[in-house]
């Protein structure tokens, strides 16, 4: 028996003016899965980010999370329902500390400031963050910025984990920590979706791929159905990733 998805995403269009950013885009995320999204710049990745969070209100389609209808909620209430984002552009609240940054996120599920501490403590020990607590926002490096990204919205308690190129600008190094950070939230039950650049990265940890071209939805599937999709290779990867992914 197949199940019933956590998030579905039902005939989303987002039009600014005339220009149509995203048009009739949909697909489900399952619990416990990792789905990438994929596709060019312009492609309408980030704006159907903001449609689903509920930064955007979608033109038309539907955003249906654990059965209930959430299109037109605004955001912090749709991120206590439990889907948390990060974003392309970080926020990093420079005058605080990385653990302040990250207890803002606690905030959203507790009024307590003990219990913020002790939750954003947890979460920047998973993060790799811990020894950096007290560090001001202002003088991290871009690697720490993403990663204050990922934690503040960890500790939102989300069930669903949205990042928005959290890999963008980071070395080889810095990129494997995050995959590995990626597959552990995974295995302690999250649900991600991710749009990213790097397919080396996103690749091998995603178990569904969405590609958006021109905002529509062009293929989906697995990463390996997916990278040997004509389309795709000709709208996106080019044959420089597919080559490379056959190689190994
Ligand atoms: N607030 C906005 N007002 C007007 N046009 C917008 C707005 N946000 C996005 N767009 C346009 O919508 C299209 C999709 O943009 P979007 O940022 O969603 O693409 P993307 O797939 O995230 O691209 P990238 O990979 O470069 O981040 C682009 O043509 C963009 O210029
Ligand atoms: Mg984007």
């Known amino acids: 028996m197949k199940l019933k998805p956590l998030l579905e995403i039902k005939n989303i269009t987002m039009k600014f003016g005339s220009l149509i950013a995203n048009e009739d885009v949909s697909f489900n995320i399952h619990e416990n899965e990792i789905v990438s999204l994929i596709g060019p710049n ?55 500390t990385v653990k302040e940054n990250v207890m803002t996120g606690a905030f959203l599920t507790t009024r307590n400031r003990k219990e913020a501490e002790e939750s954003a403590e947890e979460i920047l020990n998973i993060t790799g963050l811990y020894k950096k607590k007290d560090v001001l926002g202002a003088n991290l490096t871009i690697a720490d910025r993403k990663r204050v990204e990922i934690a503040r919205a960890l500790a939102t308690k989300p069930r669903i984990l949205m990042l928005d190129e959290c890999m963008a600008g980071l070395n080889q190094t810095e990129i494997k920590e995050v995959m590995n950070l990626i597959l552990q939230l995974k295995d302690q039950g999250l649900s991600l979706l991710i749009v990213e650049h790097i397919m080396e990265a996103i690749m091998p940890i995603s178990d569904n791929v969405v590609v958006l071209n021109a905002g529509r939805k062009i293929a989906e599937g697995k990463p390996e159905d997916v990278v040997n999709n004509e389309e795709v290779i000709k709208a996106y990867l080019g044959v420089k990733y597919h080559a490379k992914s056959k190689k190994s």
Do not use: W
């Open 42 to 96: 312009g492609a309408g990745k980030t704006t159907l980010f903001n449609c689903i969070t509920g930064f955007y209100k979608p033109f038309s389609g539907k955003t249906i999370y654990l059965g209930k209808d959430i299109t037109n909620l605004p955001p912090h209430r749709i991120c206590k329902l439990g889907i948390t984002r990060t974003f392309q552009i970080v926020k990093t609240l420079n005058e605080m």
